[in-house]
């Protein structure tokens, strides 16, 4: 079971019994990362995450390296700013800190999905890590690592499509416990797929379920139509602006009139599709209107 605190109103005191209940009931909970700290924990110096745990701010919580499921305190950095499962393994009211665990969540979200999931099955899974090559992505407590060859993508640099936060649809197509298969994949054989990143005991074989974002074409956006985007990235003589995930229109720079200055990633803008080349796969358009 995972428990959303944030989600919930109250003075402080409904917040701490929250914690307790948590704990007691062996629940997951979720929690944002805002930080990162060195702490004693033995007599030993341990780099930890911090959290913000409950909506004031006023409670800590802390997981240290140990406890978060990464390797290295290097790539602690790259969580900063998301929301993870953790659970409680102590609480320390009058120091306002609590000690958490992510991998004993993700163990325990594991072990509820493994309970219902059958080859077949889709799901959403929510990207947490991307590079040029390859992108993870997470569901169910269980992680996924595709490459550009997995996602038949025809981006060289997968960082262009795909962002922290974003989420594809997976389907299982094996279930392996201890090496052993209890569900027989249902793809031809030599079919690529993406690599996986096993439980302790359980593996979750799943593939990327894909769809040709061009087919939005003629449908969702059309010639001349004025729809909203996000500016991906900039270039010398202009931006992409992203209409959805894998989808993006090429934009020369605004009009002075619309906005002063260069535009920043992230930027939410309206864009007029003006040239689609169906040979190329290529979409111009002119930003029509700058947010903020």
Not at 262 to 268: A, C, S
Request: glycine share 8%.
């Amino acid at each position: 079971m995972l428990a959303n605190i944030f989600e919930r109103k109250g003075d402080q005191k409904n917040f701490w019994a929250e914690l307790f209940a948590a704990k007691q009931n062996n629940m997951a909970i979720q929690a944002n990362v805002v930080g990162l700290e060195t702490h004693k924990l033995n007599g030993e110096s341990v780099r930890c995450w911090v959290l913000e745990v409950e909506p004031t701010g006023t409670v800590k919580g802390i997981v240290p390296r140990m406890e978060t499921g990464v390797e290295k305190s290097s790539e602690m950095n790259e969580f900063l700013g998301q929301t993870i499962p953790v659970m409680i393994l102590h609480i320390d009211q009058d120091a306002e800190q609590v000690l958490c665990s992510r991998i004993r969540a993700i163990e325990l979200m594991q072990e509820i999905a493994l309970r219902r999931v059958k080859v077949g099955d889709q799901y959403t899974a929510t990207v947490t890590k991307v590079s040029q090559n390859r992108i993870v992505a997470e569901t169910s407590g269980f992680s996924f690592t595709f490459t550009n060859s997995d996602l038949k993508l025809p981006f060289k640099d997968l960082r262009d499509v795909y962002q922290v936060g974003h989420t594809i649809t997976v389907e299982v197509k094996e279930i392996v416990r201890d090496g052993q298969a209890l569900q027989q994949s249902e793809a031809a054989a030599g079919e690529d797929q993406g690599e996986k990143v096993p439980a302790s005991s359980i593996r979750l074989v799943v593939v990327p379920v894909l769809q040709d974002k061009w087919d939005l074409i003629g449908t969702k956006f059309n010639l001349r139509g004025v729809y909203k985007g996000v500016i991906k990235r900039q270039f010398d003589a202009g931006y992409w602006v992203e209409l959805v995930p894998g989808l993006d229109v090429y934009c020369l720079h605004p009009k002075r009139s619309l906005h002063k200055g260069l535009l920043k990633e992230g930027q939410v803008v309206f864009i007029q599709l003006q040239r689609i080349n169906n040979k190329e796969r290529r979409l111009s358009g002119e930003i029509t209107r700058v947010i903020g």
